[in-house]
């Protein structure tokens, strides 16, 4: 009898130098403007919260961001193109949750192209709402600008540090 073998979910793991090249070609290939190899180094160089989604040794997806005193800033998520629609960037996004109230953070921000509306449902399905915009934040076709929505998610908070100090 032939044991059949199921393939290893993907695994996180903190993103490192040896990673970029691989996620600097997903940016290439999700993004018009994507983020140079040079965005990623600056970014692990300062110690943000970078991470990448691996199956089978292959970089499928990560995500950037950055504390900012009692906040979590997303910059950058993404899901390799041939990858998307499989529940990877709700992954990313529980991650990032979890990271963030463990690590007693009040919100997660972040901005999204007004255009991309596959990336604005799945964030609004998340629970996050459109509480601004930044007007001309991203590079568009043509050297124009295009609106960045901005969007955040209110963390509750837990009911050890809620109380009102009746017990």
Known sequence: MNAVQTPEPARLAPMTVSHVDAVAAIEAQAYAFPWSRGNFIDSLAAGYLAEVLVERDQVIAYHVAMKVVDELHLLNITVAPPQQGRGHAVRLLDHLVRQARDSGLRAIWL????????????????????????????????????????????????AAEGHDGLV
């Not at 509480?131 to 934040?137: E, K, L, N, T």
């Not at 991203?138 to 963390?155: Q, T």
């Open 111 to 158: 901005e999204v192209r007004e255009s991309n509306a596959r990336a604005r449902g799945v964030y609004e399905r998340y629970g996050f709402d459109i509480v601004g915009r930044r007007p001309g934040y991203y590079p568009a076709p043509g050297g124009l600008r295009e609106d960045a929505l901005l969007m955040s998610l209110l963390l509750p908070v837990s």
